[in-house]
Structures are given as structure tokens and as C-alpha cells.
């Protein structure tokens, strides 16, 4: 994504560093063996991937409005990658009762800092 669509869209991606910072600090204190991770604001998945890299068995998710990002967190193996609003998602759960939908939860819910 060029600088001008990124400005357009309001998109702020991770820097790589910074994502490998992310996961290091939750790989040292986390005691998840395969965690389930939350991204709603995915972008593209730089977060997830570094997190790919230190917990090869975590349950992936991502959620984006930008189609580009996340053609590109899709590429993460065995990621869910959606195309969505994760607050408008998200609130299905709250419109509807707990007892016609089963909530997602998650262990651990990241976000660009």
C-alpha cells in the first residue's frame, strides 16, 4: 500500500521491530502453548506474523476493512482473516442472546501500540 492510499484510509501498520517486540514480550510472559490470539485491527498482520513465528501452534485471528491487508495476513499459514469491522462483529454477540450464539473468546488480544 503506497504511502497516499495509507493516508486516505487512515492505515498504520506495525513496523516489523516493533511487532517482534510485541511477540517476544508476550512469548516471555505468556505460559500458552497455543493460544488463541486476537488482532481486530489486523492491517497487514505484521503483529500476527511475528507472533506466527514464536507460537507456531496459536489459533490465529484478524480482522481488517482494508481488502490489500488482508489478501496479505491471509497469507500467514492457518490464519482466520476476515474482511470486517471487528466492533460491528463483535457486536452480533451483544444484539443476540449468549444463548443462541456461542462467544469467541480469546487468550490473548493484540493491537498496533
Known amino acids: 500500500m503506497t504511502y497516499l492510499e495509507k493516508k486516505k484510509t487512515g492505515s498504520h501498520y506495525t513496523p516489523q521491530n516493533l511487532a517482534n517486540f510485541v511477540a517476544n514480550s508476550i512469548f516471555n510472559i505468556s505460559d500458552f502453548k497455543t493460544p488463541k490470539i486476537l488482532d ?26 482494508d481488502e490489500n ?16 469491522d471487528f466492533l460491528e462483529y463483535s457486536s452480533k454477540y451483544i444484539e443476540n442472546s449468549l444463548f443462541e450464539f456461542e462467544q469467541e473468546k480469546f487468550d490473548i488480544v493484540i493491537a498496533n501500540p
Request: hydrophobic share 35%; proline share 5%.
Open 40 to 65: 481486530p485491527a489486523c492491517g497487514d498482520g505484521s503483529l500476527l506474523k511475528a507472533i506466527r513465528e514464536k507460537f507456531p501452534y496459536a489459533q490465529l485471528y484478524g480482522f481488517d476493512l
Open 69 to 84: 491487508a488482508v489478501e496479505e495476513t491471509k497469507k500467514i499459514e492457518n490464519a482466520n482473516v476476515q474482511k470486517e
